[in-house]
């Protein structure tokens, strides 16, 4: 009998002993497989099914659980007998995770009951103030608005016309007709990366930056598909300090692992007052 037949019908037999998903507690244990000396039993197999799946989807995963063992097991036994000088290595490597598993975890825990996540406007412009030199800029920010026009769009001059109109009731009847634009960016009061910007806009990028990067530049560019205009309202060039309102979600994060930090320092040297007061260390 090939293998994927023993095993289908080693699932069947499985499902039929066990009422389609029922497992009853015993004393004996029912093997299904074995590699050597080491067997996989009927209650290993107990949280491999799922709820709600018909019994064809049950046989496979059975199937797909006993051979993916036997391949694990297959091979582990190889590495043991071909390893066996890195036993020692192997265990001390065990050890050292166990032991980094549960003192981790500890921290985690403790760090998700104590630590200070509510951080406020006053926290950031402390941090962001006091840590200027960390927020300075590699690539040049940008504050604009853009749009991409089919050149084949019937209503590309009116457009146009809205577009580069400084009247508000001109740009609010723009932002209504942003169906009918094929991209754009409308909000001039964000910062974005010069290199987002000829990502969307690839024309760009044969253009002169510098020449480019001119605070109130307008740009008007066409390939053979599309007209782009972009209207450039401010400049941050490289090197610069990084405005707040764009690095703030980085301030947060800084401040949240400050706090984590300060807090697990706090709990090792109570640790250790402890301890030593209680004197369940001793140093030879």
């Known amino acids: 009998m090939k293998p994927t037949y023993f095993y289908l019908a080693l699932s069947l037999i499985f499902l039929q002993s066990c009422n389609y998903f029922t497992f009853k507690k015993d004393n004996i244990q029912v093997p299904v497989a074995r590699v050597n000396d080491v067997y996989l039993y009927k209650d290993d197999l107990t949280d491999v099914f799922k709820k709600d799946i018909t019994e064809q989807d049950s046989i496979t995963l059975v199937n ?7 391949k694990q097991q297959l091979l582990l036994s190889k590495a043991q007998l ?11 490597l065990v050890k050292k995770y166990r032991e980094d598993l549960f003192i981790n975890s500890y921290k985690e825990a403790v760090v998700k009951q104590y630590l200070d996540t509510i951080i406020t406007e006053d926290d950031i412009d402390e941090f962001y103030l006091n840590n200027n030199e960390l927020f300075k800029l590699n690539e040049e920010l940008i504050k604009l608005k853009y749009i991409k026009i089919g050149k084949e769009a019937s209503n590309k001059n009116e457009l146009i016309r809205l577009f580069k109109s400084t009247k508000k009731s001109d ?3 723009l932002k209504k007709k942003v169906i009918l634009l ?3 960016h409308l909000n001039d009061s964000i910062w974005i990366k010069y290199s987002d910007l000829t990502n969307e806009i690839p024309i760009l990028k044969t253009e002169d930056k510098q020449q480019l990067l001119k ?3 307008f740009i008007q560019k066409e390939d053979s598909l599309s007209l782009y205009l972009v209207a450039i309202k401010k400049v941050l060039q490289s090197n610069e300090t990084a405005p707040k309102s764009y690095i703030t979600p980085t301030v947060k994060q800084m401040i949240l692992h400050q706090r984590k930090l300060l807090l697990l320092r706090n709990i090792e040297e109570t640790l250790i007052n402890d301890a030593t007061k209680k004197q369940q260390f001793e140093i030879y």
């Not at 797909?64 to 036997?70: A, D, G, Q």
């Not at 071909?82 to 001390?92: Q, V």
């Open 64 to 70: 797909n659980y006993i051979n993916n063992w036997i």
């Open 82 to 92: 071909n390893l066996e000088n890195k036993n020692a290595a192997f265990e001390d």
């Open 171 to 173: 740009f609010e009847n």
């Open 182 to 184: 094929q991209s754009h």
């Open 215 to 217: 605070k109130e530049n």
